[in-house]
């Protein structure tokens, strides 16, 4: 019986190794400028293309102006424990006509500094958020 239960473990642990050491693919390098979800880029006339992910909310009022309408909203890891990072809550700004663009706004403690991390263009937007 000792012989078999040391046969399972070592399985187990060959296979733990295994899982360790499989190549995985690098996730696609987020876009820097204009990348909307569908990985479609705004136009270069469009004054959403000079946002670039990693911006702070005012250089993006600096380029934009004010949003038509904002919205705020936690993420799936305010509910992780001890999450200390800048994605438990975010914001869009909504540009009539436009698009939006996406920060993360901070951690649930209140810290971290907002930046976007994405930015959708979409010239049907209503400018409300939903």
Same mark, same amino acid.
């Given at each position: 019986?000792? #012989?078999?239960?040391? !046969?399972?473990?070592?399985?187990?642990?060959?296979?733990?190794?295994? !899982?360790?050491?499989?190549?995985?693919?690098?996730? %696609?390098?987020?876009?820097?400028?204009?990348?909307?979800?569908?990985?479609?880029?705004? %136009?270069?006339?469009? %004054? +959403?293309?000079?946002?670039?992910?990693?911006?702070?909310?005012?250089?993006?009022?600096?380029? +934009?102006?004010?949003?038509?309408?904002?919205?705020?909203?936690?993420?799936?890891?305010?509910?992780?424990?001890?999450?200390?990072?800048?994605?438990? #809550?975010?914001?869009?700004?909504?540009?009539?006509?436009?698009?939006?663009?996406?920060?993360?706004?901070?951690?649930?403690?209140?810290?971290?500094? %907002?930046?976007?991390?994405?930015?959708?263009?979409?010239?049907?937007?209503?400018?409300?958020?939903?």
């Amino acid at each position: 019986m000792k #012989r078999i239960m040391t !046969g399972i473990a070592v399985g187990v642990f060959a296979l733990t190794l295994a !899982g360790c050491a499989a190549e995985s693919k690098p996730a %696609p390098a987020a876009a820097t400028s204009g990348a909307t979800a569908k990985g479609v880029a705004a %136009p270069a006339g469009s %004054p +959403l293309a000079k946002v670039a992910v990693g911006m702070s909310k005012k250089q993006v009022k600096d380029i +934009l102006g004010s949003p038509t309408d904002e919205n705020s909203y936690a993420t799936g890891k305010a509910w992780i424990p001890f999450y200390f990072g800048n994605d438990a #809550r975010r914001t869009s700004y909504y540009y009539k006509g436009m698009g939006r663009v996406v920060f993360a706004d901070g951690n649930i403690f209140g810290g971290g500094t %907002p930046e976007v991390v994405r930015v959708d263009y979409d010239p049907t937007e209503s400018g409300t958020a939903r």
